[in-house]
């Protein structure tokens, strides 16, 4: 399969204090990180695409283990998400493939992640935003860790890229008071509760 | 406290490759952003003292936050800039007022030394709006390949009342620079433009 050809990476690191309620004594972060790497498909329809999964494995650790120090270690990291913007010359398909490399890179660096990693993909052009969905990394539906980051580079995707994106949050939404299943009553076995 | 916070990002890039070619080391920018409440918001003030105050202490916070994202010592750090978007219930004054009289001095303090005027850019704006943070070489303004600037967005900042207030570092400049002029090796650096 074909190389990694990497263009640019970039992180964003986002602290919110508060939305016009009570201070948080403790505040969210977010964390994204953003590989903008050659599309080895595009321009063409190729019927074989598995084996670049393998490849995308060490970005998507490089990219797991950066999120994880930007918010100062595993045990901090609550919720995770995952995304890709694939170039105009490029398929939805090709974005399909950082489900395996992307997810499982942040659940072997992160503890009692047992859930899913939700997702979203599109294709766009230059200057596209995604917004990539967070949820808690042990039971899907704990309702407080629901989130989203809108992630986006000025130049890229180009065309003939992807953009890979990696999402970790480290607690629940800032006033977060929605109700469903509370954090602390995880049971932990199936992902989901 | 004067400076109320809603939140704080920061945005570190870096570019390993440029139209084919490899850039080794990759060039890397930092800018980092605080959302604060606007004092002034829907009503004139005559006295802007308090948003110069907050000024010179976002020059310190936002700085130091670029220095550490990028993981530099202040010295490392070649080029800087800083920009201003205020919501829709204040006016570009308040902008000003936190930018140009207080900021610098102790942004300068961040990256050490500074001799150069700090490029800014303000605008009126709303959440989702796109502020363009211009770059130029921290001590010697005509240093041509460090000319460059770095976007920040935030979707849900400035509200009306809020301000978004951005300061930009990098430890390099431009990946491919090839249009002449002062390089940042032969910049003297004593009077802020050569």
Not at chain 1, 132 to 150: C, G, L
Not at chain 2, 138 to 159: C, M, Q, T, W
Not at chain 2, 174 to 181: D, F, I, Q, T
Request: with cysteine; glycine share 12%.
């Amino acid at each position: 399969m074909p190389d990694v050809i990497l263009r640019k990476t970039a992180f964003s690191l986002e602290e919110t204090f508060h939305e016009g309620g009570p201070v948080s004594s403790n505040p969210p972060r977010r964390a994204a990180a953003i590989a903008i790497i050659q599309n080895p498909f595009a321009g063409r329809y190729e019927a074989d695409i598995q084996g670049f999964m393998e490849d995308l494995k060490p970005l998507g650790l490089k990219l797991a283990t950066r999120l994880v120090e930007m918010l100062g270690g595993a045990d901090k990291v609550e919720g995770y998400g995952k995304g890709a913007l694939v170039g105009a010359d490029g398929e939805l398909e090709h974005g399909a493939l950082w489900h395996a490399p992307g997810g499982y890179a942040m659940r072997e660096l992160l503890n009692d992640s047992s859930a899913i990693v939700p997702s979203s993909k599109k294709v766009g052009g230059v200057g596209s935003r995604l917004d990539v969905p967070i949820t808690h990394i042990n039971a899907s539906y704990v309702r407080s860790h629901f989130d989203t980051m809108e992630v986006g580079l000025n130049d890229a995707p180009r065309a003939n890229e992807m953009a890979l994106i990696l999402v970790m949050s480290t607690g629940a939404r800032v006033h977060n008071r929605a109700g469903g299943l509370a954090a602390q009553d995880i049971v932990g076995k199936d992902g989901l509760r | 406290m004067i400076l109320k916070i809603r939140k704080i990002a920061v945005n570190v890039e870096e570019t390993h490759r440029e139209i084919g070619r490899e850039i080794s080391p990759a060039t890397r920018k930092a800018v980092a952003v605080a959302v604060i409440e606007n004092p002034f918001a829907g009503r004139y003030e005559e006295d802007l003292t308090v948003l110069m105050d907050i000024g010179a202490e976002l020059g310190t916070l936002l700085g130091r936050k670029c220095v550490t994202a990028l993981g530099i010592t202040p010295a490392q750090a070649e080029s800087y800039g800083k920009s201003a978007m205020v919501g829709e219930a204040g006016e570009l004054e308040h902008a000003a007022a936190i930018l140009h009289p207080k900021l610098g001095a102790p942004l300068r303090v961040e990256v050490e030394k500074g001799a150069a005027l700090v490029a800014s850019s303000k605008k009126m704006g709303s959440p989702g709006q796109v502020l363009d943070v211009p770059l130029g070489h921290k001590d010697a303004a005509y240093v041509r390949s460090h000319f460059d600037g770095i976007e920040v967005r935030l979707n849900d900042a400035p509200r009306a009342s809020e301000i978004m207030v951005a300061v930009a570092v990098t430890d390099s400049g431009r990946p491919l620079p090839r249009v002449g002029g002062l390089t940042h090796e032969n910049a003297i650096g004593q009077d802020g433009l050569k």
